[in-house]
């Protein structure tokens, strides 16, 4: 048996119940495989792929906090710390009910190649709880950030691991936590980002996902020979990622048709209106048939739908495995030449498969997603300096950091024989920088 072959098997006797970590591990190892098979002795005999897939520290803590009936509600906390070979452990606090061990280490072993791919020196981590901020009252919300955050301190600092938020975590949850930090350990530093702009966040943080998966997408269509600019465009999710990125493409001449939330979603023939779905989703935090009252052209539909609707390019912005392989052939089917992810691990493994096998272009999350992180890590450079830097500076170092992670992902792919694989190149390029840090520093 090869030794990939080995540490699979071994991770998913060592992790039983968490599929979407072994998904994770075993799409890396597969692309992986070449560049092992070159150093298979020396990677094998120093147990380089056991401790890359295994977490430096798991952090597990029960999360006690008062509803606003008295009732004490008690979740689950977690933090792993997966790898910091190339700096200090980076990646979100996401808080959603399906949070469990499982999912947090698949986005944090995601997050050791997706920092890497940035240039920037950050490792990888990942954090959440089963909490479910919907529903909730602020104080509700406040009370939950002070008790995690009352536990979380004693793992994290400026130069340990700095959190950030995702899914069920923005700005509002980010301000709770800091300033629960702040005053536990009276400390005034870069522990957190995504930060208000008031207190050491960065300018283009909460635009920085979305827009950097379109600098990746224009990158990659351009090294084929295509062009944004009139193209229509499917996405799913309304949080962050998918809203920037459909303003991010309708500023560079795309047609974005579709948007969705946990209940539905939205087609809009016009275009999406980003305002309006801004006024929706970031003020008033309502579903997206307020955004159907206000747009008679639109159509909302309930559950799942987005994939079925005619376009050229897919970006899936949600959650995990919420493409799968009978919306692939739809897209196919209906003409989409190129899936961009935005979210983490969107696509199922069959569903990247038969994408590729199609011709498709295809780019992976832990690349394409990378400019949230890339912006984390620039807000964590002004919080150092002292200093903040406008819009158009941090939005030219985004858009520079994901035409290198594109050139860099590309070259990897050609370099072993697999050009057009951005999947391998991603994994590849990523694992490289990470795989030389760790030899340089010993056994450790």
């Excluded at 969107?346 to 990378?370: R, V």
């Amino acid at each position: 048996m090869s030794y990939v072959d080995e540490v699979y098997d071994r991770v998913v006797a060592q992790n039983p119940s968490q599929p979407e970590f072994h998904q994770a591990v075993k799409e890396v190892l597969a692309t992986l495989r070449p560049v092992i098979e070159e150093n298979e002795e020396e990677y094998r005999r120093e147990a380089l792929l056991e401790r890359l897939t295994t977490p430096e520290r798991v952090i597990l803590f029960r999360v006690p906090w008062v509803d606003d009936k008295g009732q004490v509600q008690v979740n689950n906390g977690f933090r792993v710390q997966f790898n910091s070979a190339i700096g200090p452990y980076k990646g979100g606090l996401r808080f959603h009910p399906s949070v469990n061990l499982g999912i947090i280490k698949f986005l944090g072993f995601e997050q050791i190649f997706k920092n890497s791919l940035t240039g920037l020196p950050i490792g990888g981590g990942k954090g959440g709880s089963d909490f479910d901020p919907k529903g909730k009252s602020d104080r509700e919300i406040m009370a939950f950030c002070q008790s995690f955050m009352t536990e979380l301190y004693r793992h994290i600092g400026a130069d340990t691991d700095v959190p950030a938020g995702d899914i069920g975590v923005g700005g509002r949850e980010i301000g709770y936590l800091y300033g629960q930090y702040k005053r536990i350990t009276k400390l005034y530093e870069g522990v957190l980002t995504g930060k208000g702009l008031t207190y050491g966040g960065s300018l283009a943080r909460t635009e920085a996902t979305g827009y950097g998966l379109i600098y990746f997408l224009e990158a990659m269509l351009k090294a084929n020979g295509k062009d944004i600019a009139g193209t229509t465009i499917a996405v799913s999710g309304a949080g962050n990622v998918a809203i920037y990125a459909i303003q991010k493409a309708q500023q560079l001449g795309a047609k974005v048709v579709t948007c969705s939330d946990s209940t539905g979603w939205i087609y809009d023939p016009d275009g999406i209106d980003v305002a309006l779905l801004q006024e929706v989703k970031e003020v008033h935090r309502a579903r997206l048939t307020e955004y159907k009252e206000k747009r008679p052209n639109a159509e909302y539909h309930e559950g799942k739908g987005v994939w079925s609707v005619k376009c050229d390019i897919a970006c899936p912005c949600a959650t995990q495995n919420e493409l799968n392989l009978e919306d692939a052939k739809m897209l196919h089917s209906n003409g989409c030449y190129c899936v961009a992810e935005g979210a983490n691990m969107p696509t199922t493994l069959d569903a990247t498969e038969y994408i590729q096998s199609q011709g498709m272009l295809f780019s992976p999350g832990k690349a394409s997603n990378a400019g949230g992180v890339a912006t984390s890590a620039l807000e964590m450079s002004q919080n150092s300096e002292r200093l903040s830097w406008t819009f158009e500076e941090v939005d030219s170092m985004l858009k520079r950091i994901m035409n290198d992670i594109f050139k860099n992902v590309d070259e990897a792919a050609k370099r072993y024989g697999m050009e057009g694989n951005y999947v391998a190149g991603a994994n590849i390029a990523g694992f490289q920088k990470v795989a030389d840090a760790m030899k340089a520093q010993g056994i450790v």
